[in-house]
């Protein structure tokens, strides 16, 4: 599959059909498929540190999160076909599940969150298959629980919520111990799920402008924002010496 190196992070080009297909199809293989979805946030903190990019650019499917990334996919004069959301990317794969076909496990969110999510999907897909569930707050003896009850289950699909930088470094560290056949870090898209955040609405969504209703929603949000003017600063004169373009 073609890849576009931002800031050394290498994206994929695909649309939302593709990349559906590219996630199911590592239920095939022998190891697990990992999946993530960085935003220009996330691929600036793997600009300022390479270990970080290691582990972005393992992965067996990287897609472009934020409307931001699209726009300096464009700047590098290699556009990608368009925005593929983790949440939506996500919820097309549980699309996919909700006839029982694979089972699914929730990982992340505070205590009661991850049960609130299964409740609601469960409600709406009455044959999704949940083999487990499991909050994000953990020392090291419970997450040795947490990954030995991830192993018992052997979910098809495992939902990894625990933000960024964590979730990524967490399945990096542990993905050949899970026993799950795909593995997505996706962020806070359990707590939509469970209904205790909300999405910003469509309108946002199409204008790409989601990162403004979520800082007007979360003021304490401003300086993360900060991160987006930098991004592109950074794609505009210092992306274009890095390869636009890898066939791997």
Known sequence: MKKIDILGVLVDHVNMEEAVTKALSCLKEEKPGVVYTPNSEIIMLAYKNPDFCKVLNSADLVVADGIGVVHASKILKAPLPERVAGYDLSCR??????DGTYSVYFFGGKPGVAELAAKNLTEKYPA?????????????EKEKLIIEDIRKKQPDILFVCLGAPKQEEWIYNHKDELSAGLILGVGGSL????????????????????WLY???????????????????????????????????
């Open 191 to 210: 707590d939509v799920w469970a209904g205790t955040a909300q999405r910003a609405p469509l309108k946002y969504q199409k204008a790409g402008l989601e």
């Open 93 to 98: 794969l549980l699309e996919k599940a909700a």
């Open 128 to 140: 999704l298959s949940v083999c487990g569930m499991s909050d994000g707050y953990f020392d090291a």
């Open 214 to 248: 979520r800082l007007m929603k979360q003021p304490s949000r401003f300086f993360r924002m900060l991160a987006l003017p930098k991004f592109g600063l950074t794609v505009l004169f210092k992306g274009k010496r890095v390869k636009k373009e890898s066939s791997i």
